[in-house]
C-alpha cells in the first residue's frame, strides 16, 4: 500500500503562481508513476502532469492544456511530489489530487483508472 498527503493549495490571482507537494509513504519502492490530477465541480476527474520515478530518468509528461504553465518534479529522497504552476487561469480552479501506480506499462498515460493510489486532495481556487 502507498499513502499520498498533497498540500500547497490555496487562493490566488490570475497570472498568479502556486506550488502543490505530495508526500508519498508506504511501500513507495513498487511506484513507477506518478501523477497529478484536478476535479472541477460539475466536471470528470483529468490528468494534469505525471512523471516516471522508478530508475534516474524522471520524465515528465503533461496535459496540452498545462504545457508551458505547470512542472512536475520529484525529490526522491524526501518521496515527496511537486508540481509548480505558474501563469494561473481561473479555468485552473479545481481540486488537485495526487496519484500513483506500479503500472510500468503505463507510458504517457493521464487517466484517472489508470492510477491506483489518491490522495485526499487539495483546493486550487483562481479568480480573475
Known amino acids: 500500500q502507498v499513502q499520498l498527503l498533497e498540500s500547497g493549495g490555496g487562493s490566488v490571482q490570475a497570472g498568479g503562481s502556486l506550488s502543490l507537494s505530495c508526500a508519498a509513504s508506504?511501500?513507495?519502492?513498487?511506484?513507477?508513476?506518478m501523477g497529478w490530477f484536478r476535479q472541477a465541480p460539475g466536471k470528470k476527474r483529468e490528468g494534469v502532469a505525471r512523471i516516471y520515478i522508478s530508475g534516474p530518468l524522471r520524465i515528465p509528461y503533461y496535459a496540452d492544456f498545462v504545457k508551458g504553465r505547470f512542472t512536475i518534479t520529484l525529490d526522491n529522497a524526501k518521496n515527496t511530489l511537486y508540481l509548480q504552476m505558474d501563469s494561473l487561469q481561473s479555468e485552473d480552479t479545481a481540486m488537485y489530487y495526487c496519484a500513483a501506480t506500479g503500472d510500468r506499462t503505463l507510458l504517457n498515460s493521464l487517466a484517472p483508472n489508470d492510477y491506483k493510489y489518491w490522495g485526499q486532495g487539495t483546493q486550487v481556487t483562481v479568480s480573475s
Open positions: 508506504g511501500d513507495t519502492s513498487s511506484v513507477y508513476y
